[in-house]
């Protein structure tokens, strides 16, 4: 079958009708963690067919192979800085329950605090420096009326910065950079496009707020350099608990003092979530209606859940509930998740098995095997009909499975959790939309803000369990049992679980002789962003392309849309491709 | 850097115009020039010079990288009080908008795609010899590249292409100084740092650390800005006034070690008291870093304060240095065969054996 290549000149001049069948690769896809490239078939304006392919392979889980399971936690939190911390909380987990090792209340506390941190400051950040940038035009900020902003900002929250001169600062500043000619980061992007529908108003109040996070996300994650050492990656985890003491009244530990300075921190946290974010959301939401029926994908949806409330490892007494949901059914209480019904092919995915790569296999059987079949760089297109990615593709129980913030508010909503049932009942009414809604691009956005939301009112109870302990002289932060290696049964196996900002993360450890003896990790973006298994089943993301109006295959902002609204983290999992370059896209047309 | 381009502003007139005084201003190179031990005397004219330069031009490449470092980068806050906690930073959205330009880092820039792309070659071809090339995580020279490319290029071509034309070329963090995690054993991708994936590359600075301390990235913009030379570097590429003193002579258990008072357990009243880490496997005497003046998040802490031994992370190898992360590497006064945490009265690897420590 003969492939032909027409470049097509995107920048300037007048445009003829797109052809009625195009091929897109958009490489690298940015505003995301890592490496990722997608490819679709553009066919009279509506995706009909769509590629997710992970560009970067580092071999991690071969390097942890013979090394001490008491550094996985190290290891593993490097495969992502942005969601740093998570992969440290599965690693400890997996080898607890290898070792059977009950950590300390405290180190139960403190590693939900750190996780809950994580969430309020990664969501904040991915609504406005990695999505919102698809939805407002920052060149139409220009355009903006100072008072008219000052006016629209009273409308929809209380913040303080609302004044005419706020904006006119904000503007004028915008203009100086715009004036300066080095449009940096901000430069080619897709400005003017006709999917961009706020009022300059609102754009210019997003580019003020933009700003504005960029100052509270450093603020609030100081909370995890008081209680972890830094961030990135902390350096407070142990297996058996945590590296950073409680006590009383001596300052080189975590004392009822530093709690109350954290409380605050947690508290402006909070104020920022309900007086900036969630109304920012509201606004931005209210313009795209459309997208609530746009992006929805398969309906299937897993959690792991987390936050345990106790130290029993019963998965029934986690704060944010462990379950399943198939084909949106969210009317009655979701299934039981068996972790024995996880399993992951390579049929399309650049490794092999050794029994045949046709196979689902168990992660704790799990193999990494590296096996490229792809192009030789520099390349134009994958082979889309072989192996195409560095993702493996999980399936549960045989089906594609959406996690991350929906997945997570549906099961709690599913399983009647009155809390985010107020809170998603609230949006509904807001925007004035049905639940139906809630399965689209626009209803993972407002899961995000409604998660975010709840994470942040929960963090101040956690402080007070901390500070309560500490003052009734409860100071144990480590179960040092089984901290020495000649202590360990000669092999032992087990897993550990978290959700991650973006979804469900499991780690699977085998030890033997002291030493790690397998490691597999099953991450949020491999069972978002995995490409298609033995059956020929699309991965989440593929699917939920699929129907995709595009208004200019060479500036595809609807797919970005959709594509951000699951936050990708390659890193943790793997790039959305434009394959091409320079001024011209590559249309690739396929005989059909 | 200090000739301007084509008549666009100056840093300095950037600053101006967004209300910056020139008090705020020489407040925020201080804080640059106390990492950098510039003298008091020098500072006016320091900051003189980074004001008079071109905004300078940032290509920040990401290849086998986990974005810590764009983290990082993220964090560079202002600093409410520098004169309390002796540190700051030029906050994230003077950086970014007013000091440097940075077209091309795609965790934030807003195109995709070819879009993305345009902008990376755009700055290569029309300011060569003018940028900086910032890298993030290693480059994997096995397989003909095929285990990270980005827009269906190769990490090592797309390095090639970009740092040699570069003014100045900084690996940030230890993936891209030396391979970091990517390249610990058994390196299954050939993972190489800048230095070795391009053999004779001229003013290249290692910043490394898992991730890198933003501090130091920016003290060595600004100091390349203002003087137009690049810091001086030890052996291993690293810039003397960040790397030059071992963690330990600067900790501040630093007198509990020498008192001999110890943490034998997690959680134990040493350990509550913030005894000295050493028998925890606390990498602190053979790593060489100024994390404890510094320190993290805006001067807020650093895992020592928090309770955990230091990684070592900002040496090259740190990942295969041992056997476990948690083996002694420092007996203090004593030697291995005398030293009593070695030989059974607690501390993190009673059973193991330590590896000899690295001058």
């Known amino acids: ?592 | 850097m200090s000739n301007r381009l084509n008549g666009e502003p100056t840093i300095g007139e950037m600053l101006a115009a967004r209300g910056i005084t020139r008090r705020q201003f020489l407040k925020m190179c201080g804080v640059v020039a106390v990492a950098l031990a510039i003298p008091a005397g020098e500072l006016g004219r320091f900051a003189d010079a980074v004001a008079a330069a071109a905004r300078p031009r940032v290509v920040w490449l990401e290849f086998q990288d986990c974005t810590g470092d764009s983290e990082s980068f993220l964090r560079a806050a202002q600093q409410a009080d520098p004169l309390q906690s002796g540190v700051t930073d030029p906050s994230l959205t003077s950086l970014l908008l007013d000091v440097l330009s940075v077209e091309y880092h795609e965790t934030l820039m807003v195109p995709s795609g070819a879009y993305a792309t345009k902008s990376r070659d755009d700055v290569v071809r029309n300011y060569a010899g003018q940028y900086i090339c910032v890298v993030e995580g290693s480059i994997p020279t096995a397989a003909n590249g095929v285990y990270c490319t980005v827009g269906g290029e190769s990490a090592l071509n797309i390095l090639k292409q970009v740092a040699s034309k570069a003014q100045a070329t900084l690996a940030v963090g230890t993936c891209a100084a030396y391979g970091g995690l990517p390249g610990a054993q058994p390196n299954p991708t050939g993972a190489a740092g800048v230095k070795d994936a391009v053999p004779g590359l001229q003013n290249l600075v290692n910043l490394p650390g898992c991730p890198h301390n933003v501090v130091n990235l920016v003290a060595t913009i600004v100091y390349f800005v203002a003087k137009n030379q690049l810091p001086s570097r030890d052996a291993s590429g690293r810039p003397q006034f960040a790397y030059g003193t071992l963690i330990h002579a600067r900790c501040e258990r630093r007198r509990y070690h020498d008192d001999e008072k110890l943490v034998l357990a997690w959680g134990d009243q040493g350990h509550r008291q913030g005894w000295c880490l050493r028998a925890m496997g606390c990498h602190g005497p053979t790593t060489y870093s100024n994390c404890p003046v510094v320190k993290w998040n805006q001067g807020t802490g650093w895992p020592v304060q928090a309770g955990h031994g230091c990684l070592g992370c900002t040496s090259a190898n740190f990942w295969d240095a041992s056997s476990s992360l948690y083996n002694v590497v420092f007996h203090g006064n004593k030697t291995q065969n005398d030293c009593a945490v070695c030989h059974g009265s607690g501390g993190a690897s009673s059973t193991s054996v330590p590896p000899t420590p690295k001058p």
């Not at chain 1, 904040?124 to 900002?153: C, G, N, T």
């Not at chain 1, 904006?167 to 000619?181: D, E, P, Y």
């Not at chain 1, 996690?403 to 997570?408: D, E, I, K, N, T």
């Open chain 1, 1 to 592: 079958m003969g492939k032909i290549f027409l470049p097509v000149v995107t920048t300037g001049g007048t445009s003829s009708p797109p052809p009625a069948l195009q091929k897109i690769a958009i490489d690298p896809i940015t505003r995301i963690e890592g490496h990722l490239r997608i490819e679709a078939k553009v066919e009279n304006g509506v995706v009909t067919e769509a590629w997710s392919a992970a560009t970067m392979f580092r071999g991690i889980e071969q390097i942890l192979k013979g090394r001490d399971p008491r550094d996985a936690w190290a290891i593993t939190q490097r495969l992502c800085g942005v969601c740093t911390t998570v992969h440290a909380i599965a690693s400890v987990r997996a080898v607890e329950d290898a070792l059977g090792v009950t950590v300390p209340d405290n180190a139960r506390i403190l590693r939900n605090l750190i996780e809950a941190v994580q969430y309020v400051q990664d969501h904040v950040i991915h609504f406005y420096h990695l999505h919102a940038l698809d939805w407002v035009d920052i060149v139409s900020a220009l355009a903006a009326e100072p008072a008219k902003a000052s006016a629209l900002q009273q409308s929809i929250s209380t913040w303080g910065s609302n004044s005419t001169a706020y904006f006119q600062g904000i503007k004028t500043r915008l203009q100086n950079f715009v004036n300066s000619g080095q449009l940096g980061l901000f430069g080619n992007a897709y400005w003017g496009h006709p999917a961009y529908k706020l009022p300059p108003e609102g754009n210019l109040l997003a580019v003020a707020h933009y700003l504005e996070a960029l100052d509270w996300q450093q603020q609030v994650i100081k909370l995890h350099a008081i209680l972890g050492g830094k961030n990135p990656h902390l350096g407070t985890y142990l297996v058996g608990g945590m590296a950073s003491p409680v006590d009383p009244s001596n300052s080189a530990s975590i004392t009822p003092t530093r709690i109350a300075s954290m409380r605050s921190v947690a508290q402006q946290a909070l104020d920022f979530v309900n007086r900036v974010y969630i109304p920012d959301l509201l606004l931005v939401a209210s313009y795209y209606k459309d997208w609530a029926s746009i992006g929805g994908g398969y309906g299937n949806f897993l959690s792991f859940g987390d936050f345990p409330t106790d130290n029993s490892g019963d998965p029934n007494r986690l704060w944010l509930p462990r379950g399943v949901i198939y084909n949106k059914n969210i009317n009655s209480a979701p299934q039981p998740l068996d972790q024995n019904l996880i399993q992951e092919y390579i049929t399309r995915s650049w490794y092999t098995y050794t029994g045949g790569d046709s196979v689902g296999i168990h992660p704790s059987q799990g193999q990494t095997t590296p096996n490229y079949n792809g192009p030789q760089p520099p390349y134009q297109y994958l082979n889309t009909d072989s192996k195409y990615s560095w993702l493996k593709a999980p399936r549960y129980n045989n089906q594609p499975m959406e996690v991350g913030p929906l997945a997570r508010m549906l099961v709690a909503y599913a399983a009647g959790n009155a809390r985010v049932r107020q809170l998603v009942g609230l949006v509904l009414s807001k925007l004035q939309v049905g639940p139906d809604a809630l399965f689209s691009t626009l209803g993972r956005v407002a899961a995000r803000g409604i998660e975010t939301k709840l994470i942040a009112e929960q963090l101040d109870g956690w402080f007070s369990q901390l500070a309560t302990n500490i003052q009734s002289n409860n100071l144990a932060t480590h179960n040092s049992a089984k901290w020495n290696p000649s202590t360990w049964p000669p092999s032992a196996t087990g897993w550990g679980t978290t959700e991650a900002p973006r979804g469900a993360l499991g780690h699977w450890v085998s030890i033997k002789n002291g030493k790690i003896d397998n490691y597999q990790m099953v991450v949020a973006t491999v069972w978002n962003g995995g490409p298609r298994d033995a059956a020929g089943q699309r991965g989440v993301w593929e699917q939920a392309l699929i129907g995709t109006r595009v208004a200019d295959a060479t500036k595809p902002v609807e797919i970005l849309r959709t594509i951000h609204s699951f936050d990708p983290c390659m890193a943790c999992a793997v790039h959305l491709v434009d394959a091409e370059n320079r001024e011209v896209t590559r249309v690739q047309v396929e005989p059909m």
